[in-house]
């Protein structure tokens, strides 16, 4: 079984540019996370999705951050426009959750942002 | 939201020896997961232990819910055992994501 795919792996943009990441999750899996890893830190959750309704955002700064799950599988996480604080490795996220039960969740490789 | 607290911060062994990890969390939890990230940053699933214990070869862990902390033991330790452990708990209130320790970066030498 595949596990999570994320894509690019790597990413080097100037400050000001926009950037896109994208996810595929374990199929069959409905909730779909995005984390934040900082260098030397634990991942911190930016946006957690159940099928295609985000269901708590209150982590992702909504000024220059967005992301959709269009059809309730791939997603995608956009920076716009990226500062250099956001160097970071981008972490993707999912789990199934029969019943509404909390389940065990696996990740992706993750993108490392560089913004020079 | 949920406190998580993992010691030692850093560990240094000799291929061979036996180490334990420790996680301490600050509620009740109904996910609590064990991960070692692999020198590429690779999050690799060890344990899903809300509580009870668990073994996969050389590795094991224990979650004693009651008392809020998870243990992880590492026997025999290969130098491919080396990264950085993370414990990462979920409780139920707040944010619904996994909220991570600030991990124990493991160091095995041959």
């Known amino acids: 079984e595949a596990g999570v795919v994320q894509s690019p792996r790597y990413k080097i943009i100037e400050k000001k540019q926009p950037v896109a990441f994208w996810c595929n999750p374990i199929?069959?899996?409905?909730?779909l996370y995005w984390y934040l890893q900082n260098l030397g830190q634990g991942p911190e959750l930016l946006i957690r999705?159940?099928?295609?309704?985000?269901?708590?955002d209150s982590q992702l700064p909504k000024d220059r951050f967005s992301a959709e799950r269009l059809k309730g599988v791939d997603s995608t996480l956009k920076i716009q426009p990226a500062e250099l604080g956001d160097s970071a490795v981008y972490l993707c996220?999912?789990?199934?959750?029969?019943?509404?039960?909390?389940?065990?969740?696996?990740f992706g490789p993750g993108t490392r942002l560089t913004v020079l | 939201g949920i406190q998580v607290e993992q010691s030692p911060p850093d560990l240094i062994l000799q291929e061979g020896a036996n180490s334990t990890l420790r996680c301490n969390f600050s509620?009740?939890?109904?996910?609590l997961q064990w991960f070692h990230q692999n020198p590429w940053g690779q999050l690799i699933n060890l344990f899903y232990?809300?509580?009870g214990t668990k073994q996969n070869g050389r590795l094991s862990a224990t979650t004693v819910a009651t008392e809020r902390y998870s243990l992880l033991y590492i026997s025999s330790s290969q130098t491919t055992d080396s990264g950085v452990y993370f414990c990462a708990a979920h409780s139920g209130g707040g944010a619904d994501g996994l909220t991570f320790g600030k991990g124990t970066h493991l160091i095995i030498q041959p």
């Open positions: 199929s069959g899996h409905n909730t």
């Open positions: 999705y159940e099928n295609e309704e985000a269901v708590d």
């Open positions: 509620d009740s939890v109904n996910n």
């Open positions: 996220a999912s789990s199934s959750r029969p019943g509404g039960a909390y389940n065990e969740q696996f």
């Open positions: 232990i809300p509580s």
